[in-house]
């Protein structure tokens, strides 16, 4: 008997592209497994063969009974080994699906409850949500269905948060602008002054942030690389004049939009997507009241500037959403929320209302 979870309306077209993934979300990433999953795949019963190659798979950690971890040891390419050549998973074909680590068998899935509700969130670093999200016509909704599974992850959260949870949801999933959906959020809850300059368009703090994953990321770089490089903004020309650069990217607006021209609705599903799958405001946000709402604010932008530049020299709908996803396993999975305030509050504090003339950049 299944229970009824709060979950995304894609929910029901979400399934895995398994060995059709260009970005499989086994290559590149660490695989932490527990010492008790660790135990249970080296007690199943399997070829020698298979044996043989799951020990050279997975290294233990400590000792299983003390609550150790374990981990999936990636070859130089960052492939999991135990993925084969046609990119199935030789685990699930040899064992079942039982027999996954919690991580594999779950992602991109964040099941959870809240106050006795269950909810089922998506991560937009999956391939597959982001081509879901990309392929709405119509603003992300949001519906209960029966999931044959109990959450996993149990979040202790006041009912008042809860309720404000869910209603900034609905409210940014009113009709108007990113900017007034944005504006819609901080009359509700946070209250931030627009200021006298929002024409402040912010363009050397994600010219800074750009640069800064683009040295620091491996899991973002080359993308952030190719973006700086294609909006004239490269490794040696980091302090070139913001207007120039203003100009490129507006420019490679244009370009980006050919390729995507709903790409305003899609922009507002993947920031839904992504203050679900974060309980936004309350939980996965940064500290700080108002922290939260400036870490979206930045994160639309950053996705904007970051897309937009790659796609200026051309491309296609899957270039665009391998870009997006690849940017959401930085925002995601990372300490990305916290970066993003700390670029703001170095540039945004000069002048109030930085973050709404941010986001009016992007309607351009």
Known sequence: MGRSFFVPEYYPLF????GSCRLS???GWPVIITGEEYTRLFDA?????????????????????????AHIVHDRSGKCPLMNADGLCSLQLELGEGILPD???????NTREVLGRAECAFAASCEKVTELLLERRDTLGFMETVVEEEPRFPIDMRE??????RETLEAFRQPGSLSQRFLRLNDALFHLKTGDDEALNGIGMLRDMTAHFAKNSAVAGA?????????????GKIQEEDAALAEQYALARQAGRAILPDWDLNLTNLILNSMFYNSFPHVGGTNGEEDPFLSLCVTAAFLDFVLMGCLREGGDRDRAADVVSTLFRLIEHSDFKYRAVKYYREWGDRVPGTWLGILRRIEE
């Not at 798979?57 to 971890?69: E, H, I, K, M, S």
């Not at 008042?160 to 949870?165: H, L, Q, V």
Request: net charge positive; with cysteine; charged share 30%.
């Open 103 to 109: 991580v594999c068998r779950l992602y991109p899935r």
């Open 15 to 18: 399934s895995c592209k398994c």
């Open 25 to 27: 979300c086994c290559k």
């Open 45 to 69: 019963e399997c070829s020698p063969e298979f044996r043989k190659r799951l020990e050279g798979a997975v290294n233990l950690d400590g000792d299983p009974r003390q609550g150790a971890t």
């Open 160 to 165: 008042d948060y809860f309720r404000e949870c």
């Open 223 to 235: 993308v952030c690389q190719s973006a700086l490089a294609a909006l004239g903004a490269g490794e």
